[in-house]
T-cell receptor
């Protein structure tokens, strides 16, 4: 149980275009979803936290107008990279938590990631 | 702010060797501590966790003990296998359910 999928797994796009990445919780309802960015040989950096039906909370330094996050249902969150540029090339990973924030001990289930390459 | 520091890799071991990956943390309050594993081409999977001081998390032969006095959560395994080759991430969760990750340690186990 607790499977999270991401689509697409890989995407290559031209500079200036927008790319949408989907994150789905397949067998549970996710009150909260998280989006991370992972650079080669580096750790995961939390970009934003999204709660179903409300606006995402972005981490410091993350441009909310560039990385649009929508969490329209309890099983789907999307990340849209707008006007992508080569420096946006990275590995984007989502996770989903079956519970809200609260105690901070709630487990997150991770998707397999999406490799974005901007030419 | 809260942070996690883990030993740099890559770590290369022979099969059946002992493994220790060091992890230390800085946090306010009483965080939960986690080890995640990322196998090649796959997403992160929770390996083990500990939610309070002196708790020991264990799974698949791996262990880690929450040491509040040394702010550490070192990952250990007595005998590694080739299938353990992966990247290991130490992480903490404090308030709001956010995870803060260490930089990851790549483990390569040779037959």
């Amino acid at each position: 149980g607790a499977v999270v999928s991401q689509h697409p797994s890989r995407v290559i796009c031209k500079s200036g275009t927008s790319v949408k990445i989907e994150c789905r919780s397949l067998d549970f309802q996710a009150t909260t979803m998280f989006w991370y960015r992972q650079f080669p040989k580096k750790s995961l950096m939390l970009m934003a936290t999204s709660n179903e039906g409300s606006k995402a909370t972005y981490e410091q330094g993350v441009e909310k107008d560039k990385f649009l996050i929508n969490h329209a249902s309890l099983t789907l969150s999307t990340l849209t990279v707008t006007s992508a540029h080569p420096e946006d090339s990275s590995f984007y990973i989502c996770s989903a938590s079956p519970h809200g924030g609260g105690t901070g001990h709630n487990e997150q289930f991770f998707g397999p990631g999406t490799r974005l390459t901007v030419l | 702010g809260d942070s996690v520091t883990q030993m740099e890799g890559p770590v290369t071991l022979s099969e059946e060797a002992c493994l220790t990956i060091n992890c230390t943390y800085t946090a306010t309050g009483y965080p939960s501590l986690f080890w995640y594993v990322q196998y090649p081409g796959e997403g992160l999977q929770l390996l083990l966790k500990a939610t309070k001081a002196d708790d020991k998390g264990s799974n698949k032969g791996f262990e880690a003990t929450y040491r509040k006095e040394t702010t550490s959560f070192h990952l250990e395994k007595g005998s590694v296998q080739v299938s353990d080759s992966a990247v290991y991430f130490c992480a903490l969760s404090n308030q709001g359910g956010k995870l803060i990750f260490g930089q990851g340690t790549e483990l390569s186990v040779k037959p």
